[in-house]
Nanobody, 117 residues
Framework: QVQLAESGGGLVQAGGSLRLSCTGS????????MGWYRQAPGNQRELVAT???????NYVDSVKGRFTISRDNAKNTVYLQMNSLKSEDTAVYYC???????????WGQGTQVTVSS
C-alpha cells in the first residue's frame, strides 16, 4: 500500500521560511514524477511545483524565485523549501507522486501552512 506523509507545515510570519517534506512508503520515488499542490479555503487545489524523474522543475508563477522543490530518491523524500512567505501562501499543501509507467497518481494527507501578516 502506497502512503505519502507530509510534514513541516506550521505557522510562520510573513517573510519567513518553512521546509516541507514528503516521505513515501510502498513506492519508489525514482520511478515517479513528484509535485506539491496547495488548496486554500474556498479555492481549488492548485499546482505549486513539480519535479520530474529527470530533474526538470516547474513552478507556478506566484512562487518562482521563492520556492524550491528537490528530491532525495535514496530517502524516498521530496522537499519544498519555501522562502519569503506571504499571507497568500496560506493553504494546505499536498504531496503528489505520479508513477509514470503505471499512470497512477498518489496523494498525501496534506500539511497546513499558515502565514501571518
Amino acid at each position: 500500500q502506497v502512503q505519502l506523509a507530509e510534514s513541516g507545515g506550521g505557522l510562520v510570519q510573513a517573510g519567513g521560511s518553512l521546509r516541507l517534506s514528503c516521505t513515501g512508503s510502498g513506492i519508489t520515488f525514482s520511478t515517479a514524477d513528484m509535485g506539491w499542490y496547495r488548496q486554500a479555503p474556498g479555492n481549488q487545489r492548485e499546482l505549486v511545483a513539480t519535479l520530474t524523474r529527470g530533474g526538470t522543475t516547474n513552478y507556478v508563477d506566484s512562487v518562482k524565485g521563492r520556492f524550491t522543490i528537490s528530491r532525495d530518491n535514496a530517502k524516498n523524500t521530496v522537499y519544498l523549501q519555501m522562502n519569503s512567505l506571504k499571507s497568500e501562501d496560506t493553504a494546505v499543501y499536498y504531496c503528489n507522486a505520479r508513477v509514470v509507467f503505471f499512470s497512477t497518481t498518489y496523494w498525501g494527507q496534506g500539511t497546513q501552512v499558515t502565514v501571518s501578516s
